[in-house]
């Protein structure tokens, strides 16, 4: 089983990036699906969520900026990031955990992308 995450890179405040994750080896129905970041010396943190059923959560840091969108037939999902800010600066994970409900805690997560740097300048 394997998470690929791509996408990330430099880019200047105000502007956007969409990171991707595919999944293989398995399908996800009826899992949940969540991109994590960490900055460094700060702990992981939830960005965005989505469940196998469509439900939507975001960390509050991003909810009027990010977009997480879930292909199940395809086994991806994508975040689309804007207006990014120097602050979300951060290795981006993309993370599954087999539950029909959100999990907000890296820990509950059994299945990890190797993750993609994202740059802001300022």
């Known amino acids: 089983v394997q998470l690929q995450a791509s996408g990330g890179g430099l880019v200047q405040a105000g502007g956007s990036l969409r990171l991707s994750c595919a999944a293989s080896?398995?399908?996800?129905?009826?899992?949940?699906m969540s991109w994590f970041r960490q900055a460094p010396g700060k702990q992981r943190e939830l960005v965005a969520t989505?469940?196998?059923?469509?439900?939507?959560d975001y960390g509050r840091s991003v909810e009027d900026r990010f977009i997480i969108s879930r292909d199940n037939a395809r086994n991806t999902m994508d975040l689309q990031m804007n207006s990014l800010q120097p602050e979300d600066t951060a290795v981006y994970y993309c993370?599954?955990?087999?539950?029909?409900?959100?999990?907000?805690?890296?820990?509950?997560?059994?299945?990890w992308g190797q993750g993609t740097l994202v740059t802001v300048s300022s």
């Open positions: 989505v469940t196998s059923g469509g439900m939507i």
């Open positions: 993370a599954a955990a087999r539950s029909s409900r959100f999990l907000y805690s890296p820990t509950l997560y059994e299945f």
């Open positions: 080896g398995r399908t996800f129905s009826g899992y949940v």
